[in-house]
């Protein structure tokens, strides 16, 4: 719906047949041993802050547009932290976005491999994912250096005891041994998107120097690692626990909750997310550190697109369609200005102006409450009756997260409630002596009083159902609760 992939040519599909797409002439190039245990080296202060991250992203599945969708989207926001096409590799097996016409062969010898039929390509092409080539890909990291890291994102089907890729199975052992070869010891992430990917992160993947987050457990599957019509549920939680994240470790616990959190939404039982964390490595930091150590985002991005929102709009398949297209309907006939975001695992807000809200308001309040419904980051899907347009990736863009669940209170930042309620938070952070903040989600109320159960009891006498404790003294506690 959103997609906005060029068709290949017919000459492009020529070159691709002479070429065998590119990467599956090749042969199986060496790879290192695997050491039975590999001792932790230590990992510098320096490096842990500020890694210097090269990476391959790949989807190994064309059979749904969904895989492609999340690798394109992590490689808009790598690019968007600072890493150049020359440091990111990226990977499809849906032909439509390999680039043919940017291939060309060369014979290497390099010590750590045998001498073997290489294919280079320009920096920012989109390579077909054989199993030759994306091991050939993941020894050319080469990030073994002092400062370097890898970065490994991987998105597919089960295939057997590995992951699909266009011709072969991903096993987890050759994935050790090529991480191994391209990485060392260095700092590693490796994130694999599918269903009964637990093997991932168990056995001779877990080493010191690596993170490892899994979509689910092993034999798992269900929604929670499944398909919707732009994402798949983990991966649509994964690629918004991104943005404001400092370290890798805080980017797997947001993962986890929003996936169980949307699996419960949905009646559905959990595929269980796995994850490792190495010795060496637990305080990663993230390409988007520099930017969340900036503070959290406070307002909302919006480029308008070409349609107009209409009672059946909404991205879904039949079965959320169904569930949500009263909700479309109620949106119509909102007072304007109005607003609607949501998640593609089936979570829709929306918020109109009837208590005065403004433009600015109603799309902030959306956003925060859809993040609180589904436990991650949303689309803001429409404003008024205008569609969001469709990012570099093909398809919206998700919010920064604007919904802040630890820290300290700031009027600024304080979720729930309109602009012009800000100077009652500035009343209460002026206030001395023992205090708390309830607010309402749905209803733009503010509650204070000197202890959490005094400020919830205020909060819920002014009509509203659903407050929450939001801050004891300055501190917010909004994600210490169940």
Same mark, same amino acid.
């Given at each position: 719906?959103?997609?906005?992939?060029?068709?290949?040519?017919?000459?492009?599909?020529?070159?691709?047949?002479?070429?065998?797409? !590119? !990467?599956?002439?090749?042969?199986?190039?060496?790879?290192?041993?695997?050491?039975?245990?590999?001792?932790?080296?230590?990992?510098?202060?320096?490096?842990?802050?500020?890694?210097?991250?090269? =990476?391959?992203?790949?989807?190994?599945?064309?059979?749904?547009?969904? +895989?492609?969708?999340?690798?394109?989207?992590?490689?808009?926001?790598?690019?968007? =932290? !600072?890493?150049?096409?020359?440091?990111?590799?990226?990977?499809? =097996?849906?032909?439509?976005?390999?680039?043919?016409?940017? +291939?060309?062969?060369?014979?290497?010898?390099?010590?750590?491999?045998?001498? !073997?039929?290489?294919?280079?390509?320009?920096?920012?092409?989109?390579?077909?994912?054989?199993? =030759?080539?994306?091991?050939n890909r993941l020894l050319d990291l080469q990030a073994t250096a002092p400062g370097q890291a890898c970065l490994a994102y991987l998105v597919s089907t089960p295939d057997g005891g590995g992951l699909k890729l266009a011709d072969k199975a991903l096993t987890p052992e050759i994935l050790d041994r090529a991480l191994i070869g391209g990485c060392g010891t260095s700092p590693t992430v490796l994130v694999v998107s599918a269903c009964d990917a637990g093997g991932f992160a168990a056995g001779p993947m877990a080493r010191p120097n690596r993170m490892i987050l899994t979509a689910s457990a092993a034999g798992a599957s269900g929604f929670g690692c499944g398909p919707n019509v732009g994402l798949t549920t983990f991966d649509e939680c994964f690629l918004g626990?991104?943005?404001?994240?400092?370290?890798?470790?805080?980017?797997?616990?947001?993962?986890?909750?929003?996936?169980?959190?949307?699996?419960?939404?949905?009646?559905?039982?959990?595929?269980?997310?796995?994850?490792?964390?190495?010795?060496?490595?637990?305080?990663?930091?993230?390409?988007w550190a520099d930017a969340a150590r900036r503070g959290p985002a406070t307002q909302v991005n919006f480029l308008q697109g070409i349609g107009r929102f209409t009672a059946d709009a909404l991205p879904y398949f039949p079965t959320l369609q169904a569930k949500n297209g009263p909700l479309a309907v109620d949106y119509l006939h909102g007072v304007s200005p109005k607003a609607l975001a949501l998640t593609y695992a089936g979570t829709v807000v929306w918020v109109d102006g009837r208590r005065n809200e403004t433009p600015d308001d109603v799309a902030r309040l959306a956003v925060q409450r859809c993040e609180y419904e589904s436990g991650g980051a949303c689309i803001l899907y429409a404003r008024n009756i205008n569609l969001t347009a469709a990012s570099g990736s093909g398809l919206p863009a998700m919010q920064p997260p604007l919904l802040v669940r630890s820290g300290r209170l700031t009027a600024l930042t304080t979720p729930f409630i309109r602009d012009a309620q800000r100077g009652e938070i500035e009343a209460y952070l002026a206030q001395s002596g023992p205090k708390a903040l309830a607010l309402s989600p749905g209803g733009e109320i503010i509650g204070s009083g000197a202890t959490p159960a005094a400020a919830l009891a205020r909060c819920q006498t002014q009509g509203a159902g659903d407050c929450v404790a939001y801050a004891e003294g300055d501190r917010i506690v909004l994600a210490a609760q169940p």
């Open positions: 719906m959103f997609r906005s992939l060029r068709p290949l040519s017919a000459a492009l599909l020529l070159i691709l047949t002479a070429c065998g797409h !590119g !990467g599956d002439h090749l042969p199986m190039p060496d790879l290192p041993a695997a050491p039975a245990v590999q001792p932790a080296v230590p990992i510098e202060a320096a490096t842990l802050a500020h890694p210097d991250f090269h =990476a391959v992203l790949v989807a190994g599945d064309a059979t749904r547009h969904v +895989y492609t969708n999340a690798v394109l989207q992590m490689r808009d926001s790598l690019n968007e =932290a !600072g890493l150049g096409i020359d440091r990111v590799r990226t990977m499809s =097996a849906d032909q439509q976005t390999v680039g043919a016409d940017v +291939y060309e062969r060369e014979v290497v010898t390099r010590s750590q491999r045998s001498a !073997g039929d290489r294919v280079t390509a320009l920096p920012g092409a989109i390579e077909p994912p054989t199993l =030759a080539l994306l091991s626990a991104l943005d404001g994240a400092t370290t890798w470790s805080i980017v797997f616990d947001r993962t986890r909750a929003c996936v169980v959190r949307r699996e419960r939404l949905v009646n559905q039982p959990t595929v269980a997310p796995q994850s490792f964390i190495g010795s060496a490595v637990a305080t990663l930091g993230t390409p």
